[in-house]
């Protein structure tokens, strides 16, 4: 079984600065992960915060950077655009519109750790501790 879920940018960044659960899991074949445009527009730009807080150097930020995003559908804004005007009614903030609208378009839940972000009722939200528990373990 699949589950299917939109990343925001916390996420992914999360995943990418730190080995451990939330790579784990964004990197897990029964999960089919999408995202904005966007995604890449905030990673571009906290790419070398990313790199000096982690300690990884830039290299390492660009492999990880690679490694995570080889997991996500990155999705071109004409695909969710009908749903931006409704998005931006429900998201917290503008900056997350573009994951609610895709959200919407694809109808997944949203991935996010943002408490913020499930105060609506529209769009459903799950944080990573919600999202490993839903899965059965991985065979080795």
Known sequence: MTMEFVVDTNIA????????????????PDLELASPQRLLEELEKYEQEMAEKSGLGIENVEKAIALVLSNIRIVKREEY????????????????????????????????????????????????????????????
């Open 13 to 28: 960044i999360a995943a990418i600065i730190r080995r451990g659960g939330t790579r784990f899991l964004m990197l897990r």
């Open 81 to 140: 655009a009908m749903h931006e005007q409704r998005a931006q009614a429900l998201a917290p903030d503008k900056d997350d519109a573009p994951f609610f609208a895709l959200a919407l378009a694809l109808d997944y839940p949203i991935w996010s750790n943002e408490k913020r972000l499930k105060r609506q009722g529209e769009v459903k939200v799950y944080c990573t501790g919600e999202i490993a528990s839903l899965l059965p373990p991985e065979s080795a």
